[in-house]
């Protein structure tokens, strides 16, 4: 395709096509853009005459304008083609060298494959049961020097066997001391655990049902809970006391042996008693949960954690922990409202405050009597401590007690499990394992099925 013919002046003024031919398209659309643009600056906008402001008849300009866009929409669809077969072009380059990897890979570990398949061929004929190694064929009959390592010569693949095996051993280790520690000593509190209508709480029952990880989550929240808000009043009632108000420390202005010089001293000793017995109790309230924590950090085995609720009165210390947390509110608002009775009257001071304790304690009582009353294992399923539980909805653990008992029963069985232990265990981890071929190595497998076929 040509360039539009050039415009030439006639003597007459009018301009005429030129016979000299235009320049090729660019190649690039930069170049086409170019000279497109200098093509349409040639035209100017028709004034009201008719004609260009150059000279040109409409119909000419009109002709040349539509010749120069046609140019300008075939250099763009050009360019288009260009980019669009580039695109082409790096996409299957791109497949083709996919395609070369996975084949290069795929013959890689085919011949891996062969090259273990070969050696354990050879270590089964050439090696004799009982005898020495005799070199194979083609193999040196000298033994390799320090620069022939045995791993010098293998691509991998035995080493990658051989940490599999490991692997296998080490799962079959974790599965064998996963069940010796949920079995091992629980026959020390069977007797405690199975009489679960006897608690006076429903942890042990929990421990049974929902295991030891979630119920001992739950304590240690619930007892941390009273631990970060003993801290919190701790904090308020050290600052209390360290910096009493004024009115409680200034002069007694009353006459000694007065009345009022009595209540004032009164006052004084009620504020500093009571929040010192707060104090105490929050202190106390935060070592309880600080202990509890720590002595279920040091249990071992399940049978540690029934054991601290059986003979360590766990349960107890969550109570006593709440019950410090409760003294110390209590003794921190006795002490509260001794230092207002500096402001308004005892008489202001003790209706105010039984009229916003009935209050709270009506709105708390209630939410918390419904909470517990269709949640709670005590207040919910035990008839003997209060609990109302739905008529087709009785108290009875038979199946939470009887995979306790089978775990109490397994417990001496599974604490022999040691490699070179009694002939029992040793026959067991020497038998291979069901549909599977037994190799060196593979302990770990029939540790596994070891340890199922107890359960």
Known sequence: MRRPPQIKRSSTGSLKPGVEEGSSIAASSGTAAAMTSNDESVFAVLDDNGTTTAGVSTSEAQTLKLVVQEHAQLCKALT??????????????????????????SHQQTVQGLKRL??????????????????????????????????????????????????????????????????SGLQTVEKWVLNYREHPAGWGALLMIQGIPEVTARLRNKVENYAIYSALFLSVSIGLIASPP????????????????????????????????????????????????????????????????????????????????????????????????????????????????????????????????????????????????????????????ECFRRRAAASGTVSKMVVGGSPEWRNIMQAPAPQQQHRPGRSGVTGRAAVAAIF
């Open 246 to 401: 004024d009115a409680l420390t200034g002069e007694i202005a009353a006459d000694p042996w007065t009345s009022d010089w009595w209540e004032s001293h009164l006052r004084r000793r009620i504020y500093f008693y009571s929040f010192g017995i707060g104090l105490a109790s929050h202190m106390l309230s935060i070592l309880l949960a600080m202990a509890f924590c720590n002595a279920l950090n040091e249990t071992a085995r399940d049978s540690d954690v029934f054991r601290i609720f059986a003979r360590g009165e766990g349960f107890i210390a969550t109570v006593r922990t709440q019950l410090s947390f409760d003294i110390g509110c209590i003794a921190d608002i006795i002490g509260i409202m001794v230092a207002v009775t500096n402001y308004i009257t005892w008489v202001e001071v003790l209706v105010g405050t039984v009229v916003l304790s009935i209050i709270t304690w009506i709105q708390l009582r209630k939410t918390k009597r419904l909470l517990f009353m269709n949640g709670s294992i005590v207040k919910y399923w035990r008839e003997e401590l209060g609990g109302k539980p739905d008529e087709n909805d009785p108290y009875d653990l038979q199946l939470p007690a």
């Open 118 to 183: 070969n050696k354990e061929v050879v270590t089964q004929e050439v090696v004799p049961k009982g005898g020495t190694p005799v070199p194979a064929v083609g193999e040196p009959d000298h033994a390799p020097d320090d620069s022939e390592a045995p791993l010098s010569q293998d691509d991998g693949a035995m080493a990658s066997v051989a940490r599999a095996d490991l692997q296998d051993v080490f799962n079959g280790d974790e599965a064998l001391l996963d069940n010796w520690r949920r079995c």
């Open 80 to 105: 288009e083609w260009m980019v669009q077969q580039r695109k082409t072009v790096e996409t299957q380059l791109t497949e083709q060298e996919r395609l070369i990897k996975a084949v290069v890979q």
